[in-house]
C-alpha cells in the first residue's frame, strides 16, 4: 500500500484592531482640527469633510478594515499651520501633504505617530525638525 502525507497547515491572524467609538470620535475631531487649521473652505478637493459621512469616505483619507490608514492631501490647496490634534490619528502609516502652503512649526505631536513610516511634507513653509520619537 502506498501512504501519502500532505500537511494542511494554513495561518491566519486572528488579532485586529477594532477601535471604540470613542477613538472613531478622536479621529474625527483630529481630522476636522486639519480642516479649519488649513483652511478648508479653500481647499481644491474636499468632498464629504465636515460631514455625517464615514471618515473613510472623505476625499483623500484611506482606511484599512474602518481604520485611518493614510491621508492623502498633496496639492490641494491646504494653507496654516498644521493642528496639534495630528497626533492623535495614532493608526496613520502614511501622511502626504506636499505642494500645498503650509506654514508654521511642525508639531511635536507628529512624533505620537508611532506607525507613520511614510510622511511627504515637501514644497511646504514649515519649520522645524522631525521629532525623534
Known amino acids: 500500500?502506498?501512504?501519502?502525507?500532505?500537511p494542511t497547515v494554513s495561518y491566519q491572524p486572528t488579532v485586529s484592531y477594532q477601535p471604540t467609538d470613542q477613538?472613531?470620535?478622536l479621529e474625527r475631531n483630529a481630522l476636522?482640527?486639519?480642516?479649519?487649521?488649513?483652511?478648508g473652505q479653500g481647499w481644491t478637493e474636499r468632498t464629504n469633510w465636515r460631514t455625517s459621512a464615514p471618515?473613510?469616505?472623505?476625499y483623500g483619507v484611506n482606511c484599512t478594515k474602518s481604520v485611518i490608514y493614510s491621508i492623502h492631501l498633496g496639492g490641494?490647496?491646504?494653507?496654516?499651520p498644521l493642528p496639534i490634534e495630528i497626533g492623535s490619528l495614532k493608526t496613520l502609516v502614511e501622511l502626504t501633504l506636499r505642494y500645498n502652503d503650509l506654514s508654521g512649526s511642525l508639531p511635536s505631536e507628529i512624533g505620537l505617530l508611532s506607525d507613520l513610516s511614510y510622511?511627504?511634507?515637501?514644497?511646504?513653509n514649515l519649520s522645524g525638525s522631525l521629532p525623534s520619537e
Open 119 to 124: 510622511l511627504d511634507l515637501r514644497s511646504n
Open 1 to 6: 500500500p502506498t501512504v501519502s502525507y500532505q
Open 76 to 80: 490641494n490647496n491646504l494653507e496654516g
Open 32 to 39: 476636522i482640527a486639519l480642516y479649519h487649521s488649513t483652511n
Open 23 to 25: 477613538y472613531r470620535q
Open 55 to 58: 471618515i473613510c469616505d472623505w
